[in-house]
């Protein structure tokens, strides 16, 4: 029995040597890298050790996992790097699996997770828990297809996710924009909404022909933010909107949103089902489109330069989808990342993948199977590799580029959007009786 | 003379080692990862986090806040009325077929298999099979458009996504009906039909035969299967998220939404509301066993 105990002990002993030793390693590899006096062969060398990268990420789009099971495991696979793909319902919860391993006290190279796709709220709380690798982003080799330099308006893009200093701790892999289709064969595209006016009075002639996702899924919350923007009471739409709630304050924002709040309020009694006495909000994307596709809807909003073009080829969209300009002036227009944990087990595989992922290769191919719009910026580029881009998209149905690239808009800075989405919970979905100001305030409160 | 007895005892020993022994892996299972981790939900519903810097314990503001609010009691409600009425359409149901089960009729093998069919279909399918046939988009939409009862799909009754949860109620009673009937048919089994045959001779009718006779017999595989399936309705999530009417939401929902939300201090809120539920189930079933114990008694079978 002794002798088992000494054995069993000197077993412990040894394994948390090991542990000990690869959380060593894994913090030096980070300090150098960091610093800049790791060599990109050396990256190469330690992932070839390492074998493996763990990539999560939202695995709810079937073109996404093909293109990441038929391309991206091969390309990896040819630069030393086992692809490990999994996919995820809530890309919350890798945050929380890594905010977990942190707690549970496991330091760099000790975790589960060694990259993360993401932006926003996610990046947000892994930043302010401290529990990100570092700036990689802007020191890989394909850093230089992406704009860094603030003194290019463009860049900030690539500098702030939601308000939120990236600090190159992401690096980015996708550019969006929030778009709105109508299916013309239901509505004459000249008598199509422009602003959220028009969009009442369509409603008030033809009620429940519009709904809008449930906050807090993100893409209902960019609903709710262009809304906002445009009932700013001063009249100056996003701007202030980009700072924290610490320099807005809980009244001012309270102030800003009021007309905003008040206008969805008013909108709700004409929403799809509100006839019935009962508003349905669709819990996501899907459920949206497929309300779009039946015709139960005459407009569907989301994330997607190409989502009408991809939606005729899949099947998903009605044949007279068109997009169109809506909201004018407010199309909010983001970037979405990768990101590596502090913890990540595999760091120099992750960022191999990374740089692979920004590599113009990596765009081409994901464009070309998922409709993904490129996160590099295109005036990086040379001329072929901007019209490889350009071959790749499936292009834009109903409207042009100048013409979104007219009406786009920033985000709300992270911290807002956690208040506006538990303000729009309280006033909207559960009567609340309170006025705005006073929700605003406990939400901020709750929030701290 | 005291050889033998302590063979004996040994013997005794050894039976009781090997009893034990059987019982541990699943009282392993059941304390450490059941019942740990209901420890875990009531420490944080009382306010013990510090993974999220909450540490408060014991705390019960979390409760007061959740009761406090009447949108909990109407969640509530909603939750108790999908259970009781789901488990009482799929009990009448499942009586009814396991009495047609035992008696002779055509083709009476192929039905013994057909109708154990959704026991072996998850409930994610029989929530997709809703969507599909009940849906505005659904295939019964579409035909009723399609031969021109209606305009277009979008005109078609609104089934699913209400909130008296009729898509819910279906896939539930569509699941549980077998469940119940293959439980009772094999009480009937083994009852037999004598004394059956026996009332009908002294000049009982049928519905005496079934209330004076066969339900006596069968209660406690009624109670068995109504018990389980409750309780799988009172918790279950898939379906009130996928078909129900948005808010409010039933319990388990409700939690969901609290775990997924970018605030972390909701999650204690969301283990709040799950020992909540653990509670008010937990309640219900045992009251529930209490009553059926005490009728027991008093017919004299315990």
């Not at chain 1, 040597?17 to 300090?31: G, L, M, W, Y």
């Not at chain 1, 008013?266 to 349905?280: I, S, T």
């Not at chain 1, 044949?319 to 300009?325: D, L, Q, S, T, Y």
């Not at chain 2, 499942?94 to 013994?112: D, E, Q, S, W």
Request: net charge negative; proline share 5%.
């Amino acid at each position: 029995m002794k002798r088992i105990l000494i054995g069993l002990t000197s077993v412990a002993s040894l394994m948390a040597t090991v542990a000990v030793a690869e959380n060593a390693a894994a913090t030096s590899f980070r300090d150098s890298f960091l610093s800049g006096s790791t060599t990109w062969e050396d990256v190469q060398a330690r992932a070839q050790e390492e074998g493996s990268v763990n990539l999560y990420y939202w695995g709810g789009s079937d073109p996404i996992n093909i293109w990441m099971d038929q391309v991206v495991v091969t390309d990896l696979a040819k630069l030393g790097v086992t692809l490990n793909p999994v996919r995820i319902t809530g890309t919350k919860d890798a945050v929380d699996l890594v905010l977990a391993e942190k707690g549970a006290g496991k330091g760099p190279g000790e975790g589960s997770v060694d990259a993360i796709w993401l932006n926003g709220e996610n990046f947000a709380t892994l930043k302010r828990r401290d529990a990100l690798f570092g700036a990689f982003a802007d020191s890989m080799p394909n850093s230089a297809n992406i704009e860094w330099s603030d003194e290019d308006p463009r860049s900030l893009l690539n500098l702030r996710d939601f308000g939120v200093e990236t600090g190159a701790a992401e690096v980015p892999w996708s550019g969006e924009q929030y778009v709105c289709s109508i299916n013309t064969a239901r509505v004459d595209k000249a008598a199509a909404p422009s602003t959220f006016a028009d969009l009442r009075s369509y409603l008030e002639v033809n009620p429940g022909k519009f709904t809008y996702v449930k906050p807090p899924h993100y893409i209902g919350n960019t609903f709710v933010q262009s809304v906002i923007y445009a009932h700013n009471p001063d009249g100056n739409g996003a701007v202030p909107f980009q700072s924290s709630i610490e320099d807005v304050g809980a009244e001012e924002l309270a102030r800003l949103i009021t007309p905003g709040m008040e206008y969805l309020n008013a909108l709700e009694p004409l929403l799809l089902g509100a006839q019935g006495g009962n508003a349905r909000y669709p819990e996501d994307n899907a459920a949206l489109d497929g309300m779009f596709l039946n015709g139960e809807v005459d407009f569907a909003c989301k994330f997607g330069l190409y989502a009408v073009a991809t939606g005729l080829n899949l099947g998903t969209y009605p044949e007279g989808a068109e997009a169109f300009v809506f909201p004018e002036g407010n199309m909010i227009k983001n970037k979405n990342f990768l990101a590596i944990p502090a913890n990540a087990p595999n760091p120099a595989a992750a960022l191999i993948m990374a740089n692979y992922m920004t590599s113009v290769e990596a765009q081409v191919s994901k464009l070309k199977f998922t409709g993904m719009p490129p996160g590099v910026d295109p005036w990086r580029l040379d001329d072929a590799q901007v019209q490889a881009l350009v071959d790749a998209s499936p292009g834009l149905v109903g409207i042009t580029q100048a013409e979104l690239d007219a009406n786009t808009a920033p985000d709300t800075n992270a911290t807002l959007v956690n208040v506006i989405e538990a303000t729009w919970l309280e006033y909207i979905e559960r009567d609340s009786s309170d006025d705005i100001a006073t929700i605003v305030a406990r939400a901020v409160e709750n929030l701290k | 003379m005291t050889a033998p007895k302590t063979k004996e005892l040994a013997r005794h020993r050894r039976e009781r080692i090997w009893m034990w022994a059987q019982l541990v892996p699943v009282l392993v299972v059941l304390v450490v990862l059941f019942g740990g981790a209901l420890v875990l939900a009531v420490a944080q519903s009382l306010g013990f986090a510090p993974w999220f810097g909450v540490n408060t314990f014991p705390d019960f503001s979390y409760f007061a806040a959740l009761w406090g609010a009447w949108s909990f009691w109407r969640s509530l409600g909603l939750t108790l009325y999908y259970a009781i009425v789901s488990t009482g359409i799929a009990l009448v149901m499942g009586i009814i077929l396991a009495l047609a089960m035992v008696r002779l009729f055509p083709g009476k093998t192929l039905y013994k298999y057909l109708y154990k069919l959704p026991l072996m279909i998850p409930y994610t399918v029989g929530i997709a099979l809703a969507v599909i046939m009940l849906g505005n988009g659904g295939m019964l939409s579409r035909l009723m458009a399609f031969v021109g009862l209606i305009g277009d799909p979008s005109e078609f009754p609104q089934i699913l996504k209400t909130h008296y949860g009729w898509g819910i109620i279906t896939v539930y009673v569509w699941k549980q009906t077998p469940f119940v009937t293959l439980t009772l048919y094999a009480v009937l089994l083994g009852v037999g039909r004598e004394t059956e045959e026996a009332a009908a001779i002294l000049g009982a009718n049928k519905w005496q035969i079934f209330f004076q006779v066969t339900l006596p017999q069968i209660l406690p595989g009624i109670i068995s299967s109504t018990l389980i399936i409750f309780a799988f309705n009172i918790g279950a999530f898939e379906a009130p998220f996928i078909l129900g009417g948005g808010y409010p939401d039933t319990l388990p929902v409700i939690a969901w939404r609290y775990f997924n939300d970018a605030d972390y201090s909701l999650q204690l809120q969301g283990m709040a509301t799950v020992v909540s539920i653990a509670l008010i189930a937990g309640g219900i079933l045992y009251s529930y066993l209490a009553l059926y114990r005490r009728y027991e008694r008093r017919i004299g079978r315990s």
